[in-house]
């Protein structure tokens, strides 16, 4: 039976309807109110599972943890915004000397915003004034922001981009969605379908690739359905890049932050490309964007490309004293999220064999999908089947998000522990358990 709402939520939900214009949130009636570790709380003291690292932002565990606290509560009592584009400050610089550690080897130089949008759009700046081209290839289910630039290589959803084109500049390509390949190859024989179509039609039909400045991708595609392409595909695209003198700019503003157990996860597919865009984890809870950039390509001319919030004192702050955790345990960290991951994958696939419902289960690392389908032969998309169970999963006491059309993602905190993950994963049985009997 579902969770009745109490006055409380009920009075602000409505509240949030007068006041907000629509964006995502229904049909999830859910209120946070505090948070620690795997765990968070509504405004009823409700304890829930957090399946979601809060669109995976609190990486090293909900509301991060204390010493990252206190370093933010140290800033602000001296200075939260800084002007860092105008002046010069010592805490973002302490920020990305400690990310620049975890960066491969070679980068370089960083532009810092307040989203993975605003990093996104740095990123096709910089990639058109390195190149002195103007177009970029992006893929079809990719999702990489909501504001001008980005929303152009944006393919995921219809609904994101109508009424807000035309999008002269971007061109797109189908990404390597196995599963529902849409040229019905099969990997390996297939022998990348999906990067000749690129040469044959879009660079050859559409415009040359001379014209083309940048391809712009997901390593595993967020939004889109958490897609991960086969190990070898970015060695092929790099390959059709580098014979055309494009440059590569990898979205890690999801899957970054050693979600797969890797710090990007660009390094799980032995390919490094030339700019990199970073947030939601990065500032520990508080909003941050970052383009990072290879120091082969130099720096942008004076008066290029600012912003006003970029580098606020209080936001680096948090994010050094996280970023320090991340490279004091690194080895140890990407063990555990490796285990965890396989642990819950193969869970899944048990899952997979045992529910008509599910038609797969894809992942690196705590970045995973489940798919879910009206039946495995068709593999037709069952969003309605999707949604009752992320709901009977909310009534039970665990967060989970939706992603692409008919995918649930599970992206815990990073620490979270196995006991938690074991709760968390049988309520998510349970709950695909009894909409499976309903729908037989």
Same mark, same amino acid.
């Given at each position: 039976m579902a969770q009745k709402l109490s006055k409380k939520v009920q009075n602000i939900i409505a509240r949030d309807k007068k006041v907000f214009l629509t964006t995502t949130r229904e049909p999830f009636p859910?209120?946070?109110?505090?948070? @620690?570790?795997?765990?968070?709380?509504?405004?009823?003291?409700?304890?829930? !599972?957090?399946?979601? /690292?809060?669109?995976?932002?609190?990486?090293?565990?909900? %509301?991060?943890?204390?010493?990252?606290?206190?370093?933010?509560?140290?800033?602000?009592?001296?200075?939260?915004?800084?002007?860092?584009?105008?002046?010069?400050?010592?805490?973002?610089?302490?920020?990305?000397?400690?990310?620049?550690?975890?960066?491969?080897?070679?980068?370089?130089?960083?532009?810092?915003?307040?989203?993975?949008?605003?990093? %996104?759009?740095?990123?096709?700046?910089?990639? *058109?004034?390195?190149?002195?081209?103007?177009?970029? =290839?992006?893929?079809?289910?990719a999702f990489h922001g909501r504001t001008g630039g980005s929303l152009g290589v944006t393919a995921s959803k219809s609904i994101q981009r109508e009424h807000f084109g035309p999008f002269p500049n971007d061109i797109h390509a189908p990404f390597p969605y196995c599963y529902r390949c849409p040229f019905n190859e099969t990997y390996p024989g297939c022998g990348f379908a999906c990067i000749d179509y690129i040469k044959k039609y879009p660079l050859s039909k559409e415009v040359g690739p001379k014209e083309v400045s940048a391809i712009m991708f997901e390593p595993i595609q967020g939004e889109g359905g958490y897609i991960v392409p086969p190990k070898d595909y970015f060695k092929e695209l790099k *390959?059709?890049?580098? @014979?055309?003198?494009?440059?590569?700019?990898?979205?890690?503003?999801?899957?970054?932050?050693?979600? +797969?157990?890797?710090?990007?996860?660009?390094?799980?597919?032995?390919? +490094?490309a030339d700019i990199y865009t970073m947030a939601k984890s990065v500032g520990a809870g508080l909003p941050i964007g970052v383009t990072a950039v290879s120091s082969a390509l130099g720096d942008i001319?004076?008066?290029?490309?600012?912003?006003?919030?970029?580098?606020?004192?209080?936001?680096?702050?948090?994010?050094?004293?996280?970023?320090?955790?991340i490279n004091s345990k690194k080895a140890k960290l990407s063990e555990e999220i490796v285990q965890k991951g396989?642990?819950?994958?193969?869970?899944?696939?048990?899952?997979?064999?045992?529910?008509?419902?599910?038609?797969?289960?894809?992942?690196?690392?705590?970045?995973?999908?489940?798919?879910?389908?009206?039946?495995?032969?068709?593999?037709?998309? %069952?969003?309605?089947?999707?949604?009752?169970?992320?709901?009977?999963?909310?009534?039970?006491?665990?967060?989970?998000?939706? /992603?692409?059309?008919?995918?649930?993602? !599970?992206?815990?905190? =990073?620490?979270?522990? *196995? /006991? +938690?993950?074991?709760s968390g994963m049988d309520i998510f049985e349970d709950a695909v358990r009894e909409v499976s009997r309903q729908n037989a």
């Open positions: 859910f209120v946070p109110h505090r948070g @620690e570790g795997d765990f968070a709380y509504d405004i009823d003291d409700r304890k829930f !599972i957090d399946f979601t /690292s809060f669109i995976s932002v609190y990486n090293l565990g909900v %509301n991060s943890n204390s010493s990252v606290r206190n370093a933010i509560k140290k800033q602000i009592d001296l200075l939260m915004h800084s002007a860092f584009t105008d002046f010069y400050g010592e805490m973002p610089v302490k920020f990305g000397e400690e990310l620049l550690k975890l960066m491969p080897r070679g980068f370089g130089k960083l532009f810092l915003s307040n989203s993975g949008t605003e990093a %996104n759009e740095a990123a096709i700046k910089f990639a *058109k004034i390195y190149s002195n081209r103007g177009y970029i =290839l992006g893929f079809y289910n *390959k059709l890049a580098d @014979e055309n003198g494009i440059l590569m700019i990898a979205d890690e503003v999801q899957s970054g932050y050693m979600r +797969t157990g890797k710090f990007l996860a660009l390094e799980n597919f032995g390919v +490094t001319p004076y008066g290029k490309h600012a912003n006003t919030f970029g580098g606020n004192f209080a936001v680096t702050a948090g994010g050094y004293e996280a970023l320090k955790q396989r642990y819950i994958m193969k869970r899944l696939e048990r899952m997979k064999e045992d529910y008509e419902i599910i038609g797969d289960v894809r992942g690196i690392g705590l970045m995973i999908g489940v798919e879910f389908v009206k039946d495995k032969k068709g593999k037709e998309p %069952n969003p309605e089947v999707r949604d009752k169970v992320q709901l009977k999963c909310f009534d039970r006491g665990l967060l989970l998000l939706p /992603s692409g059309e008919s995918t649930i993602r !599970i992206i815990p905190p =990073l620490t979270v522990r *196995k /006991s +938690t993950i074991d």
